[in-house]
């Protein structure tokens, strides 16, 4: 949970189940622990790490989000492993162009799955970082110094 407002002597696992039950209508949810990461930072709230016991909860929270915290300060995301953010960033175009064709997208467990199908097409080259620095300015990779010359 990213942005959750954060008080002196909070009970994590109660704020998870109150924010499950009172916004996401998910009643009895069984949470194993509830941390928060980091240190304090410019009193911004530290991010809420939750684990479940059970896995098809934490799908059925990843499903309802996003209309029940569209109005909140705060939001619920997947805490994926570094290669599966890579995964599912570098898929992106794919499942866009899926969902523009009717199609039901999900990424679970580092797979993208359209309508109910395994996606197994090649995974797209990531895309060229944006280096402002390599810019062409007609130099030739020199830089040009206010009077002209080089």
Do not use: W
Not at 78 to 102: F, I, N, S, Y
Request: glycine share 8%; charged share 35%; aromatic share 6%.
């Amino acid at each position: 949970m990213v942005g959750y407002p954060e008080t002196h002597g909070e009970k994590l696992v109660d704020a998870v189940s109150s924010v499950l039950k009172d916004k996401l209508g998910m009643e009895g949810v069984a949470i194993e622990t509830a941390h928060r990461t980091g240190r304090k930072y410019d009193n911004k709230p530290r991010h809420v790490i939750f684990r479940l016991v059970n896995l098809d909860d934490r799908y059925e929270i990843m499903k309802k989000k996003g209309d029940a915290l569209k109005d909140e300060l705060y939001y619920i995301t997947d805490d994926m492993t570094p290669m599966d953010l890579d995964k599912k960033q570098r898929l992106k175009p794919v499942m866009d162009d899926a969902k523009q064709k009717g199609k039901t997208c999900k990424f679970r467990n580092g797979r993208l799955i359209i309508n109910g199908e395994v996606y197994r097409g090649a995974l797209p080259d990531k895309p060229a970082r944006n280096n402002n620095n390599n810019k062409d300015n007609g130099t030739d990779g020199q830089n040009t110094r206010v009077d002209g010359t080089h």
